[in-house]
């Protein structure tokens, strides 16, 4: 069973060097290692839009609603919506 832990920590490379020690099967989602410096809004967006990116689940999502949009502009671009009558 997989667990998500967060975890917020100054001592961040000594909670890896611990798993890494006990050969526990982790991922880290997020490191904010950029903490220390302020960044503005688009930076922030930017880091978190590559993140968001680069989840496999996320794509599989995006990939089945562009499917589903697809088929809804088809039927809307169809030439059936000619017979209505638009009163």
């Given amino acids: ?4 832990i967060i ?3 100054d001592s961040g490379q ?3 060097t611990l798993l ?3 050969q526990v ?3 880290i989602v997020y490191d904010d290692f950029l903490a220390d410096k302020r960044l503005s809004k688009e930076e922030i967006y930017r880091r978190d839009m590559r993140l968001a990116n680069q989840d ?6 995006i990939k089945f609603w562009d499917k589903i ?15 209505w009558e638009w009163n």
Avoid at 1 to 4: A, D, F, G, S, T
Wanted: negative net charge; without cysteine; hydrophobic residues 20%.
């Fill in 1 to 4: 069973m997989k667990e998500i």
């Fill in 56 to 61: 496999k689940e996320r794509q599989k999502e």
């Fill in 69 to 83: 949009q697809d088929q809804d502009n088809a039927k809307l671009n169809s030439s059936e919506d000619d017979d």
């Fill in 25 to 27: 099967n982790y991922q």
């Fill in 20 to 22: 890494d020690w006990e």
């Fill in 7 to 9: 975890i917020k920590t």
């Fill in 14 to 16: 000594k909670i890896k």
